[in-house]
């Protein structure tokens, strides 16, 4: 079990160690980003997998935790090389915002359909929107006069931009599981309550739906003719009732789920209770007549 104090001094290594680092976000160690590759260090990760950082990062993250320096694989240390700079091609861009999506620092600014284009004081060069574009219309152009941007400034643009993802997930769960609840086979098997409420309403107005009239009870065999027909009479009053019911309440579940029709649903929920009392008060007279005892 970690302790309180235990738990403090890993997050605060793993601080010193994500600060040593040049917070590209590029992936190049094999993880997401500079923190989870400055966690894995903290627990027992190579200290040398940093390609931006080269060994000079290497030679602090060794000092830091007071292990053996490792220095950067010589075909891995990216440090020594000019600084790379992502260009669009704007004439070629399609706007499909796959660049903008996999930007780890929201340095590509655009939108669907329209031209992107990156800002060059913001990018890290950490070569993640190459990738994804389905045009390639983007260069890593090297810039060797152009300084890298500062490391706390790419970290807090990093940290923003994950809780904005994070925020934008939750509310499209939020919508998914409101759109579901709508469309839930257990409106139609009448397990739950139809609702009207849209996305953002803060008081929604439950609807709630009878369950289906009961089944009459078996048939026995009729005494006489007259009583035969009467059996006839009430089926078939019990069978339009029952239809009615099953219609008005269908019309009730199509119009929960279209906004224009909210303002009258008030009055079909209504319609499709009476209706369901009729249905269940024909099968009560269908019930008595097959069971010969009055209704209840």
Known sequence: M??????????DAIDAIDALLPQTQCRQCGYPACRPYAKAVV???????CAPGGNRVAQAISEALQRPYLPVAPDHDTSTE?????VIREDECIGCTKCIQACPVDAILGAAQLMHTVIGDQC???NLCVEPCPVDCIDMVAMPELPMPEAALSRSRY?????????????KRAKKEHREAIESPTLASHEAPITTRTYGESQPAALTIPAPPSTPSPPSAPSSPLEAASLVALQSAWNIAQKRWKDANKALQVACKAKSAQPNMAAMQTKVEQLHARAEQ?????????T????A
């Open 43 to 49: 627990n027992g990760e190579a200290s040398n997998l």
């Open 82 to 86: 000019p600084r790379l700079l992502a």
């Open 2 to 11: 970690v302790t309180p104090a235990k738990d403090t001094r890993l997050i």
């Open 124 to 126: 890290t060069g950490c």
């Open 159 to 171: 940290l923003a931009q994950t809780e904005r993802k994070a925020r934008e997930r939750q509310e």
């Open 282 to 290: 024909a099968r009560l007279a269908l019930d008595a007549a097959r």
């Open 292 to 295: 010969h005892k009055p209704p």
